[in-house]
């Protein structure tokens, strides 16, 4: 039988006591049969799925946190950092692709590691908080912004998503940024006086918080949720730059999900404006989804759609 890294700690004389908080596991990551847990998750459907297990917590009382090691390596050193100045265990897991052998090697300068499981392309530690290593964990946001580690484009703007501005002439009504990210294009869309009312819809909290700040207009409201499954509008448009990964890995199905639920909440006469990769597959889903699909002017890079009149 194939035991997770903390189940084969566990096995290995990893001791806990009281609740464990656990930040940002995946849906379906490995509990190995404990059930005093609390768990912290920013990425909504991996929230949604944690709360059905009835496990969602602030971590009060803890008695040990475990971090799951995200793909930014500022937002891990973020985490692993605060984790060591909360005091107690600190339980770090992640894999090889995510950083995790340059963060061991860091965190054995500064603290005496007690136990170290190695398998499955990665690497889980423990160790009692003592001092963090030097790191540096601030971020240089796009000039103007608020971003925060971890968030998409983090240190600069998107150049997709910059050239769809050009296209968001004359938006009026309700709108709909589907994956506002940290709010760019939400600016850009509230500079149209006739945008009535702007949905900022968004699975990463975090991310959606920095939207919060960057807009600061009272026709836009943040909606956390997953755009895949969000049922919300009807909207006049739809303005999305929509991501391909959610993982390591990318993953086209994502865009056409986000094509999918904009045909789903707009109106009978309501407009998608869209911009995606080049390389990406998503005519032929356009095409199924709305009536009429244009393409716009864009680069060898990125491609801008206009769609109208979506398919019931």
Known sequence: MKYSRLFTALDEGLDLTGTLHILRPPAGYDLAGLSDVSVESTFYPDHQYWQAMGMVGDGTGRGATLLVVPRSKTLARAMISD???A????IVDGQKTDGIEGIYKDVRKTNT????VA????????FEAGTAPDWDVTVTSPDGYKTVAGVFSETKIDIGSSQLVPHLDALKG???????GWGFLSREILTHEGVTRLDMIEADKVALDCAVLNTNDARARPVWTDALTFSGGPYDV????????TIRAGDPDLGKGFIATAARILKPRGALLMVANRHLPYEAELDAKFARVEELAGTGAFKIFRATRPKR
Do not use: E, Q, T, Y
């Not at 309700?174 to 506002?180: E, I, M, N, P, T």
């Open 113 to 116: 590691i007690m136990g170290v």
């Open 119 to 126: 398998k499955g392309h990665g690497r889980l530690f423990w």
């Open 238 to 245: 739809v303005v999305s730059n929509p991501p391909f990964h």
């Open 83 to 85: 984790a060591i100045a």
């Open 174 to 180: 309700d709108v709909a940024d589907l994956g506002a």
């Open 87 to 90: 005091g107690g265990l600190v």
